[in-house]
């Protein structure tokens, strides 16, 4: 934190219990906890989980639904086998859709 300005929104990925969250330097960091998934192989999970954060930030989510958003991203990409692992848009909203969070 003491790197980045004050009003920098911080992500920190906690593996299997999904990442902590913090807004603004005053703010109290709070978790966002991940999905259960078969693991298979983390390759990729983390590239998954920025793509979708950002991607989720960009389409105007909250910090915290994009992250839940992206949680579930990295829960799919580790529960699969393959070169190209990395849930499409549609893949992560039917997650969502049988494994409601927020």
């Not at 790197?3 to 960091?29: C, F, H």
């Not at 298979?40 to 639904?65: F, K, N, P, R």
Request: aromatic share 6%.
């Amino acid at each position: 934190r003491r790197y980045v300005k004050p009003e920098t929104a911080l992500v920190l990925r906690d593996g299997q219990n999904g990442a902590i969250i913090q807004e603004s330097a005053g703010q109290t960091p709070w978790g966002v906890p991940a999905y259960p998934t078969d693991l298979m192989d983390t390759t990729g999970a983390g590239e998954a989980h920025t793509g979708v954060l950002l991607a989720s930030l960009i389409m105007g989510s909250s910090l915290e639904q994009a992250c839940a958003r992206a949680n579930a991203a990295a829960a799919l990409a580790m529960g699969r086998r393959g070169y190209y692992r990395i849930p499409t848009a549609s893949q992560i909203d039917n997650f969502l859709a049988t494994n409601p969070r927020l």
